[in-house]
């Protein structure tokens, strides 16, 4: 797969097909499988992620502490704020959605990690639903997502405790942005702008789970990071551009992670996790999870 | 050689692909140690598996991969309960293995029958997995591959015998490798093969006079 988003882009370019193309032959040669089957796995990931958005929309869900969940309900149900009756709110509701999934133990498609699996299906599913986009085109940009994570993954890194949460939601944001970039017909250089765009947003951002568990904040951060990724999405197709080429932003993204305490990677040290009632919080649930 | 599929994937139960899913599919190799569901297993935690793998599922995600359930399987979440009628007698310990390993590791013995191994293996992020020890041997084992492991007494041309027995059966060896505790002791094998070998393959090698025991792991990632 690419190393670098400029080398994809380029080969893209001067093959005149898109990045999903691009992603969908180059695995196909890596891997020695068919392009059906890449194509046909894609798609059994989007059946997950849908199911996921549609479970964790009935609200009925909790995590084992009973501190998560019911959340992406009220984004539906809830009263309205500025964003009712547009894509972002119901965007927002489905990355909540599959993440109270997630941390109830349920079923989600890591993508790239599971603390970072609300966004991609969030906007992509999401902007599918509201500008009525086939399924094929939505394996597509999910074909051009994994390209992007694949670059972030060699670069820098898809791990929170390597690289924080800009390493999860971050490179998730990124990838939901160039994807669904992608998807809205958008050109291999909007997506670069849109990954980057994305990503800068989230550079530096810690991960800091009350009690080391995959529940709170990384809920939110899901929708937060959707959200990053829709403004990013608006700004490249409205041929805005960033002047750091997306490998660059990756590689400092990269560069960010190595130098974080170890307090802010996933290890529940620091940020959020460390405050007074993220302490306590951490203290009573394990106690309840252990009653469990 | 990063794939667009280990991006958008696996498939999983959550809560974390690396105390989850890489918890059941450690749970999945120790338990083709001993060629199907262990009666007894004694799982030890280490590190952040201690800390916060019970409120990821670490456990209920190694005995429901000690049973053969797949990260995607929602039997995990009851994998307990399901372990309990099955007759699948679990502990678990919390304990530091040493000071050098990776922070998600866990040290797994499972016993079946008269068979009985043990086997170290850490959850590197994502879903990845890597062995790094079975009965005492080093190995490096990711389950990104069909694996055969097998214990033989050191003797002369015994890789070519088991290259020529896979190449007999049309197998194509991705990767081998030998270890020994001592010159002249039994020699520890690893092959990894890129199709699922099957149960004749592994019976003719279990056949060698020399070949003290073999046993097949799944692949289990992706």
Same mark, same amino acid.
């Given at each position: 797969m690419y190393r670098s988003l400029a080398e994809a882009i380029a080969d893209a370019t001067a093959r005149g097909i898109t990045l999903s193309q691009l992603a969908i032959a180059t695995e196909a040669e890596d891997q020695g499988r068919d392009p059906q089957d890449i194509r046909a796995a894609l798609m059994r990931a989007l059946v997950v992620m849908r199911d996921a958005v549609a479970q964790g929309l009935t609200g009925e869900l909790r995590s084992q502490s009973g501190l998560v969940g019911g959340d992406a309900e009220k984004l539906v149900s809830g009263p309205p704020g500025p964003?009712?009756? #547009?894509p972002f709110r119901d965007i927002l509701a489905r990355a909540l959605a599959v993440q109270e999934v997630n941390a109830a133990m349920g079923v989600i498609v890591a993508a790239p990690t599971a603390g970072g699996a609300g966004v991609l299906p969030a906007v992509l599913t999401g902007l599918a639903a509201a500008k009525k986009i086939p399924d094929d085109r939505v394996v597509d940009a999910l074909a051009t997502a994994g390209l992007i994570g694949a670059v972030v993954a060699d670069r820098a890194s898809l791990s929170g405790a390597e690289g924080g949460c800009q390493a999860e939601t971050g490179a998730a944001a990124g990838m939901a942005a160039g994807a669904g970039t992608e998807m809205l017909g958008g050109s291999p250089q909007q997506v670069g702008h849109a990954v980057a765009l994305a990503q800068q947003g989230t550079l530096g951002l810690v991960c800091d789970p009350l009690g080391g568990l995959v529940e709170l904040p990384c809920v939110f951060r899901n929708a937060t990071g959707a959200a990053i990724a829709l403004a990013a999405i608006e700004m490249a197709l409205a041929g805005i551009t960033f002047i750091i080429p997306a490998d660059e932003v990756i590689d400092t993204m990269g560069d960010i992670g190595r130098e974080m305490d170890v307090r802010y990677r996933e290890t529940a040290g620091g940020g959020l996790a460390a405050t007074p009632t993220g302490r306590r919080l951490a203290r009573e649930r394990l106690v309840q999870i252990k009653k469990h | 050689m990063v794939s667009i599929l280990d991006i958008i994937g =696996?498939?999983?139960?959550? =809560?974390?692909?690396?105390? #989850?899913a890489g918890a059941c599919r450690l749970g999945l190799l120790a338990r083709c140690l001993v060629g199907g569901t262990p009666e007894r297993a004694h799982v030890e935690l280490h590190g952040s598996f201690a800390r916060t793998g019970e409120g990821h599922g670490t456990d209920k995600a190694i005995v429901a991969g000690l049973m053969g359930f797949r990260p995607d399987d929602d039997r995990i979440r009851t994998a307990l309960d399901i372990a309990a009628r099955e007759g699948l007698d679990y502990q678990f310990e919390k304990t530091t293995i040493a000071d050098d390993v990776h922070p998600n590791t866990t040290r797994i013995t499972v016993e079946r029958g008269s068979r009985k191994a043990v086997m170290v293996g850490s959850s590197l992020g994502a879903g990845r997995v890597l062995v790094t020890e079975i009965d005492g041997y080093p190995v490096e084992i990711s389950g990104s591959y069909h694996t055969i492991v097998l214990v033989a007494e050191d003797v002369p041309g015994s890789v070519a015998r088991i290259a020529a027995l896979l190449a007999d059966a049309h197998l194509n060896i991705a990767t081998l490798k030998l270890t020994r505790k001592k010159r002249g002791g039994d020699a520890f094998m690893v092959i990894e093969i890129d199709e699922p070998p099957d149960e004749a393959v592994r019976d003719r090698i279990r056949e060698?006079?020399?070949?003290?025991w073999a046993f097949r792991l799944d692949k289990v990632a992706a």
């Open positions: 964003l009712a009756g #547009t | =696996p498939v999983m139960v959550g =809560p974390s692909s690396s105390h #989850t060698l006079s020399w070949v003290r």
